[in-house]
C-alpha cells in the first residue's frame, strides 16, 4: 500500500491546518483498514494522534482531544486529520498508517513518508 500525505506547512498557534492521506495500491478495499495519524517530534518517541476504524469509530491521544478530528472519505481511498487550535507542541512530523489484520490475526502496517507541521508561537 502506498500512503502520499500532503498538506502540512507553517502554521502561528491557535491556527489551524488539514492533511490528508491518500492510498493506492492495494488489492485490498480501502475501508477494510483501520487509518491513523502518528506524528514525531524531534527527539521524542513516535505517538498515535488519531485512529480511525472500519466502521467509523474514533480514537484520540489526550494531548489532541477536542482539537483534531480524524475522518475518511472510502471512495477516495483518503484519511484526513482537521486540525484546530495548534500549539507549538503539536509541531512534528506526521505520518499515515494503514492497518490490516488478516483472519488469523496477523497484522500489517504500512507508513506514508510523513509531512512536517510546525506551529510558530
Known amino acids: 500500500v502506498l500512503l502520499v500525505e500532503s498538506g502540512g506547512g507553517l502554521v502561528q498557534t491557535g491556527g489551524s491546518l488539514g492533511l490528508s492521506c491518500e492510498a493506492s495500491g492495494s488489492g485490498r478495499t480501502f475501508s477494510t483498514y483501520t487509518m491513523a495519524w502518528f506524528r514525531q517530534a524531534p527527539g521524542k518517541e513516535r505517538e498515535i494522534v488519531a485512529a480511525i476504524a472500519w466502521t467509523g469509530s474514533t480514537n484520540y491521544g489526550d494531548s489532541v482531544k477536542g482539537r483534531f478530528a480524524i475522518s475518511r472519505d472510502n471512495a477516495k481511498n483518503t484519511v484526513y486529520l482537521e486540525m484546530n487550535s495548534l500549539k507549538p507542541e503539536d509541531t512534528a512530523v506526521y505520518y499515515c498508517?494503514?492497518?490490516?489484520?488478516?483472519?488469523?490475526?496477523?497484522?500489517?502496517?504500512?507508513w506514508g513518508q510523513g509531512t512536517q507541521v510546525t506551529v510558530s508561537s
Open positions: 498508517n494503514a492497518n490490516w489484520v488478516d483472519p488469523w490475526g496477523t497484522p500489517s502496517d504500512y
